[in-house]
Nanobody, 123 residues
């Protein structure tokens, strides 16, 4: 079993900053891609940012230049630094991770989700 525990959400004024953390624990052979998704009320869940085990990142256009994803492979933890927050960033943010059986031999792996953390940006 793999558990993802998120923290760092909260209420912030527009223009402010928050830092989300996602700690992975459990039966982890190789922790590959980690990412952050978000879901606002009445909307579909969308990708915010992803980072590979080697550090390659990918961002949604709406957050480029404002959000930064990073990870600590020793701690099995991913972070999302969110700056210049806007009211439209308000959503539940979910951590996502792909665990594979080996770093050296590719396998489909298993996908895991955190429980979500609320981010609310007031105008």
């Amino acid at each position: 079993q793999v558990q993802l525990v998120e923290s760092g959400g909260g209420l912030v004024q527009a223009g402010g900053s928050l830092r989300l953390s996602c700690a992975a624990s459990g039966s982890i052979s190789f922790l590959d891609d980690m990412g952050w998704f978000r879901q606002a009320p009445g909307k579909q869940r969308e990708l915010v940012a992803k980072i590979t085990n080697s550090g390659t990142t990918n961002y949604a256009d709406s957050v480029k230049g404002r959000f930064t994803i990073s990870r600590d492979n020793v701690k099995n933890t991913a972070y999302l630094q969110m700056n210049s927050l806007k009211p439209e960033d308000t959503a539940v943010y979910y951590c996502n991770a792909v665990v594979r059986s080996s770093r050296y031999i590719w396998s489909p792996g298993t996908e895991h989700w955190g429980q979500g953390t609320q981010v609310t940006v007031s105008s």
